[in-house]
């Protein structure tokens, strides 16, 4: 079976901190994603990668940056976080580009102060 | 651009009762494929179901099937014979084959109660 893991559940920091949420998969899959998800809002996507060390915006991509040094690892870095990014937050990954289905982690809770 | 719609946001039945979910899609592209994920309680989106734009065949598994019309632009979700256990948020999802990294766009997602 597919495993992608989040580095934590639930996450509290402090508006104004840098703060990284690790995702990291074993299936070798080329490609791999960070959505945020709000209610009544669904996933929207932040950053993904297609690829070690490329990286592509989605759709909201701002106050966000991303980083793939390894295959297996997507790290999403909040430079300075704001009370707006409390979210839940999701990584995935899949096989190739297209027709491939995406599997999730289990989603990290972020909670700004 | 593609769009994804879920107008029922949440839908309440009572066990046993069939559901159907509604998803509505738009997009330019002759070369799509669409999905359904399931949001337990638990957070975890887990895949239940793709379907390429050339193959509007229904799909059945289990309780679940899939109803996808092209001249409708929907791919539409029924439970047969509810559960508890289906009691989840649902959301449909496109992706486009033109362009890279297979993009998904979701729905809002609909909230499934399934009452004893």
């Known amino acids: 079976d597919v495993k992608v893991t989040q580095s934590s559940r639930y996450l509290v920091k402090r508006t104004g901190e840098k703060v990284f949420l690790e995702c990291v998969q074993d299936m070798d899959h080329e490609n791999m994603f960070w959505y945020r998800q709000d209610p009544g809002l669904g996933l929207r996507l932040i950053y993904f990668?297609?690829?070690?060390?490329?990286?592509e915006k989605g759709d909201i991509p701002e106050g966000y940056s991303v980083s793939r040094e390894k295959k297996e690892r997507f790290s999403l870095i909040l430079e300075s976080a704001s009370t707006n990014q409390t979210s839940m937050y999701l990584c995935?990954?899949?096989?190739?580009?297209?027709?491939?289905?995406?599997?999730f982690g289990p989603g990290t809770r972020l909670t700004v102060t | 651009a593609q769009k994804v719609t879920q107008a029922q946001t949440e839908i309440s039945v009572v066990e046993k009762e069939d559901v159907t979910l509604d998803c509505v899609y738009e997009?330019?592209?002759?070369?799509?494929?669409l999905f359904w994920y399931k949001q337990p309680p638990s957070g975890e989106l887990v895949f239940l179901v793709r379907r390429n734009s050339f193959d509007e065949q229904n799909e059945i598994s289990g309780r679940y099937s899939w109803n996808f019309q092209k001249s409708t632009s929907s791919f539409n979700f029924t439970i047969t014979a509810s559960q508890v256990v289906d009691s989840a948020v649902y959301f449909c999802a496109l992706s486009e084959a033109e362009g890279g990294g297979n993009k998904l766009t979701f729905g809002t997602g609909t909230q499934l109660k399934v009452e004893l």
């Open positions: 997009t330019r592209d002759t070369t799509y494929y």
């Open positions: 995935a990954s899949s096989l190739q580009a297209g027709a491939y289905e995406q599997y």
């Open positions: 990668s297609y690829d070690v060390k490329m990286k």
